[in-house]
């Protein structure tokens, strides 16, 4: 893993949420995406090497809107960046860690992505992602 991508932080509402992390780190979104397999509304910003990402659910069966009623707002998942996501998939299963899916597929952001599953990250939910080419 080359470097953190970013980290996802679930919230209720992009339209209170947005101005509010504009403000805080001095800069604008750079780009807001519907991703219509996850349910989800995208929000990203530029921070130095990496990004934060704030996660709208759109259902109210989804993940985010379970995630936010079951924690609250707040941090989602850490993303990592790799190189060859099918190659570093295969080293980590040899290692014994374990993925909610093995299979790649595309996030926001063109990317192709996949999680491990927390409970072999000490809690903790990891992206790992890979430009698409």
Do not use: R, W
Not at 115 to 131: A, S
């Amino acid at each position: 893993m080359h470097k953190i991508d970013h980290i996802a932080i679930a919230v209720k509402s992009l339209a209170l949420s947005i101005p509010l992390f504009e403000k805080m780190l001095g800069n604008s979104c750079y780009k807001i995406e519907e991703v219509a397999s996850e349910n989800v509304k995208t929000a990203f910003f530029q921070t130095g090497e990496s990004k934060v990402e704030l996660l709208e659910g759109m259902d109210p069966e989804g993940v985010i809107t379970k995630f936010i009623e079951k924690k609250g707002e707040g941090l989602h998942h850490i993303a990592f960046g790799v190189q060859d996501l099918v190659v570093k998939i295969d080293e980590l299963k040899k290692e014994g860690f374990e993925f909610i899916s093995e299979t790649p597929k595309k996030g926001a952001d063109n990317k192709l992505i996949v999680f491990l599953h927390p409970k072999c990250t000490n809690g903790v939910l990891v992206e790992l992602c890979q430009d698409i080419k």
